[in-house]
């Protein structure tokens, strides 16, 4: 067996996708991304306040890297429960977001199948919706969204170095989700008109996530009826066909009590919160995002 099949075995078992491509690649990866650019598919200033900290070469303790390992791990879209003394309101966190357990489970699993061989892992930040279209992991929607056919796009992406050999991969020019050619229900949901009929990539400067995700105060011009996530943005995901299934599959990820919601909306800052509270907001992986928590809660209760 190969090692990329190997790869692929061991993440299924775990209920994940995954490919492998040689490391050879990166030059391609990003000359790929940088022609966006070129192209004016992206504004030069976003590509540097968003994109321009990407690692197109392997650390000096990989140095030895043979390997780039994709992988995708399905992730359900999260409820969290704010009291408000008297009544109880849910705001969602998309899939995505709540990331540690599912990437420590992937780096396990993966390490357990190349540590016995002597070969290494070591993860990477590169842009990884462009390698994982490009490995042939899946294909983009017309919302820019990553989409495995046939299983939506409530995907987790990954990436690891590796000093597994790769003798063979399936490098491929990115494609577009067979249904977005006929299909146009992002296009009429997206809020902020960041995705178009006249490009298949979205204008990411005008993404509702982008300010949701920014530490700065919203721009007047996007209107207060937008708000539709804790973090993120849910809009062009929820309104997609090969969503459909997947929305059934809400958890409930946490509930904050009337003191806890008191203080995230009273801009409490995140080390004077409860042990308790603080371990809330860890177990979502919001602490890098807390500071825009209480911003964004407000906007959803004045929605």
């Not at 704010?82 to 990331?99: E, H, N, S």
């Not at 990954?158 to 577009?176: G, I, N, T, V």
């Not at 146009?184 to 990539?201: F, N, V």
Request: proline share 6%; hydrophobic share 40%.
């Amino acid at each position: 067996m190969s090692w990329r099949n190997a790869i692929r075995e061991a993440l299924a078992s775990i209920g994940c996708r995954g490919e492998v491509a040689a490391v050879s690649r990166l030059d391609g990866l990003r000359e790929a991304l940088q022609g966006l650019v070129e192209k004016n598919l992206l504004t030069e200033a976003f590509y540097k306040e968003n994109l321009a900290g990407f690692k197109f070469s392997p650390p000096p303790e990989m140095a030895a890297a043979a390997s780039i390992i994709i992988t995708a791990a399905p992730q359900p879209i999260s409820e969290v429960r704010f009291d408000l003394g008297g009544r109880t309101i849910a705001a969602v966190i998309p899939p995505t977001y709540i990331y540690r357990q599912d990437t420590e489970k992937v780096r396990r699993v993966l390490e357990e199948t190349l540590h016995p061989a002597g070969y290494h892992l070591s993860p990477t930040s590169l842009p990884l919706k462009l390698l994982a279209a490009c490995c042939g992991l899946g294909v983009y929607g017309r919302n820019n969204i990553f989409y495995i056919p046939g299983e939506g796009s409530f995907f987790r992406l990954s990436a690891f170095y590796s000093d597994m050999p790769c003798r063979e991969d399936h490098w491929q020019q990115p494609r577009l989700l067979e249904r977005c050619e006929n299909c146009t229900a992002c296009l009429q949901k997206c809020p902020t008109g960041a995705i178009t009929a006249d490009r298949t990539l979205i204008r990411a400067d005008r993404c509702l996530t982008l300010f949701n995700e920014s530490k700065a105060d919203f721009p007047e011009w996007i209107d207060a009826g937008w708000h539709n996530a804790l973090i993120g943005c849910m809009a062009c995901q929820a309104a997609c066909p090969e969503n459909r299934e997947r929305l059934k599959n809400t958890v409930t990820a946490a509930t904050f009590s009337a003191a806890e919601t008191a203080m995230i909306l009273g801009n409490r800052s995140l080390e004077a919160l409860p042990d308790a509270t603080r371990e809330k907001m860890a177990a979502l992986d919001m602490l890098d995002y807390y500071r825009q928590l209480p911003r964004n809660l407000r906007a959803l209760l004045d929605k």
